[in-house]
């Protein structure tokens, strides 16, 4: 598949100006299409086969994420992100405070061009999944106005964040609640956590994209990751379709099991909160 | 409206919600903008945003603070908030 950058162009924040840097170098090393924000924004028609045909590498600056939100209306087929800002406290290094690029923001560029290179060439590892989950057959049924949330009547715990837990010989599989999924509407991307990090109860184990929405996955356990769902890393339409089966997030090896229960509800508990929810909208 | 209980929890006894750092707001409007939940409020005056609704925000949820650019909303410490939770519930089935 065709590689494409769409990046934050980066005119008022020291951080653009390294995205900017990142997209110019990324396209050399990878023979990217660059997709330039403003020209995208004045004459769509001109990028509109390349995100049709491309997998996207999507660049931000800062935490406004411009280049993420144009991606999301565009429904890109999104690839890989970059958020400058985060690489930059990751560096411990700070960014010269000019927009014209320095030192270290060359050098932050250049490392950020050659992980992303890593990245594409060697997809993360997303761990073994468990095997001994099966989809759920009974569910409860809470509805509001013409919409309707399932919530599966044995084995899965949830937090009042809206993410499930189903637990089996000391290993949990981790997603979102059909109710959440509705809300999000389409999920457009999944960011993983990272495989074999750690996770507290209620920490965070990565977002989902919507164009409506980021939702951070409220961690229901605590634990180490042990494998994330690449079928739904690449095709996050799965969490939409069934997301108590194959659009399953992450998995987690539990170390404080019995504590956590304490804090969970169960689908009943669960279908109150939904209600409440629904109703307060 | 917002949510009266987490976790079983009055909602208002439970400190999580956003610090606005207003050094470093740009009052850009990013978060007021994203968070459906009307936790921020745009008034008049030299500080055009504030946490009016602090109670309808959703515990543990930080999403907001990814979409401010410089960095100016905080929160408080998850895990001290796990602990004021558990007390409280602690507090009320003892009674």
Redesign the interface.
């Known amino acids: 598949m065709k590689r494409a950058i769409l990046s934050c162009n980066g005119l008022d924040?020291p951080e653009g100006s390294v995205a900017r840097e990142v997209a110019i170098r990324g396209a050399e090393a990878t023979g990217a299409e660059i997709i330039c924000p403003v020209l995208l924004n004045r004459a769509p028609a001109r990028y509109r086969k390349a995100l049709a045909d491309s997998a996207v590498t999507v660049v931000d600056g800062?935490?406004?994420?411009c280049a993420t939100r144009l991606a999301s209306q565009l429904k890109a087929n999104v690839e890989r992100k970059v958020l400058v800002?985060d690489a930059v406290k990751g560096s411990g290094q700070a960014l010269e405070s000019t927009l014209a690029l320095g030192p270290n923001g060359v050098a932050l560029a250049r490392r950020i061009v050659e992980e992303l290179v890593r990245n594409l060439s060697a997809p993360a590892v997303a761990g073994e999944p468990a095997a001994e989950f099966e989809t759920p057959v009974e569910y409860l049924a809470v509805t509001h106005d013409k919409f309707e949330f399932r919530i599966p009547v044995v084995d899965y715990l949830f937090n009042?964040?809206d993410v499930w837990v189903r637990a089996s010989d000391g290993v949990a599989r981790v997603g979102i609640s059909d109710y959440m999924q509705q809300k999000l509407t389409d999920v457009s991307y999944f960011d993983p956590p990272k495989v074999d990090s750690g996770v507290?109860?209620?920490?965070?184990l990565g977002?989902l994209e919507s164009a409506k929405?980021?939702?951070?996955i409220?961690s229901p356990v605590g634990g180490n990751v042990t494998a994330v769902n690449r079928a739904a890393i690449d095709n996050p339409a799965l969490v939409n379709e069934d997301p108590y089966g194959a659009g399953w997030l992450v998995e987690v090896k539990l170390t404080h099991w019995p504590e956590d229960q304490?804090?969970l509800v169960d689908a009943a508990a669960y279908a109150g909160i939904v209600q409440?929810?629904a109703a307060?909208e | 409206?917002a949510?009266t209980t987490?976790?079983g929890v009055p909602r208002d006894q439970i400190p999580w919600f956003p610090t606005i750092d207003y050094d470093k707001c740009t009052f850009?409007m990013?978060c007021d903008t994203?968070c459906?939940h009307h936790v921020f409020e745009r008034r008049e005056g030299d500080r055009p945003l504030a946490i009016a609704n602090p109670a309808n925000c959703?515990?543990?949820?930080?999403?907001c603070?990814?979409?401010?650019?410089?960095?100016a909303l905080s929160f408080p410490g998850?895990?001290e908030?796990?602990a004021r939770?558990?007390q409280i519930r602690e507090g009320a089935s003892s009674k």
């Open positions: 924040k800062c935490s406004t994420r800002s009042e964040n507290e109860q209620f920490g965070e977002s929405a980021v939702f951070e409220i304490e804090l409440r929810k307060e | 409206m949510e987490f976790m850009c990013e994203f459906p959703v515990v543990f949820c930080r999403a603070a990814k979409t401010c650019g410089p960095d998850k895990p908030t796990i939770i558990k």
